[in-house]
């Protein structure tokens, strides 16, 4: 239910809500399952609040600029998001019907199970954004942009209406466990000559993503170890080359830990000594209990040393490393050593996938 005090801050608008804002820094405003149909929502409202099962119904976002919006399980039935900008939300459970996304930039949005029912996707952009289960069903495209985006496990995407091609990234048609949806990807203008190649070029994206956790002074080794993973077609993520400019660095390595199948924690008697990198285990560790508790086995941390810290390491926390078969780099330096255990290390993140589809 939401805050009676943040409703009521939000109906007086303007300057109450600006007044809030200022005093109540980095505090999330709580409008969950609030009835917001007759409240001007505008961009101060929806960044740092949550708006979950809220009923946003025709809600006039058009042309805002939306940053970590929460609106899991929201309505927004008809509301109108033409040429809005939003960033790393979640909108999972989402009700989208009949929404006017036309020009709207996504990156980073979670759309697991969202409506898009008859949603207008002209000229919008999907960049990053998870739409496993997601209902694409008499949703118009065209113009339609999708970067990096696994549509396997979309929904609807053979009742989509096609007013003209649309661009699929590379990386959007080989990614996913999943059955390709090579039907929609024709009718979006993809050539019949990429298709025909498209089962070879999946089965070298035959891996887990995976993001990279480490030291600073472990750098080289990680630096190392991110080349070869890119090199071997393997979407890994590390701080220094993948992070957003500009954002926090905690938020963006916590965002990463949520979208990368795999967490490679790098482990050495530094790394053991850093809070950020053990902050990044105990999400990890959150991350795969709460995937168990989904029914999913999927393991998460993949720990990875290159010296024999972590066996001296006195912490709690040791079993739930050194209960996994942890990779051993300790001879990195020696290249015939590391490439030895960089193919264990491929095999480890390997996975089954589907190659064709029909």
Known sequence: MANPEHLAIVQQGGRALWQWRKLNRGVFMDLSDADLRETPVGESVLPATWLDGADLTGANLSGMYITSLVARNASLRGANLQAAVLWFSDMSGADLTDANLQQCYMHAVDLRSAKLIHSDLMTAALNDANVAGADFTGSLWGSTMTGRVDLSNALGLGEVEHRGSSYISTETMVWGGGIPPLAFFRRSG???????????????????????????????????????????????????ERATWGEPVRDETAKAVEKYDRLVVVLSKDALKSAPVLEEIERALKKEERQLREGLTRSVLFPVRIDDAVFEWADPRRLSLTEKVMGDFSLWHDRLKFDESFARLLAGLRKNVVVLGT
């Open 190 to 240: 993809v050539p019949q000559a990429f298709l025909d190649q498209l089962p070879s070029l999946r089965q070298r994206q035959a891996y887990q993503s995976c993001m990279i956790s480490y030291t600073e002074t472990d750098n080289e080794f990680s630096q190392k170890l991110y080349d070869d993973l890119r090199a071997a077609g393997i979407d890994c993520w590390r701080w220094r």
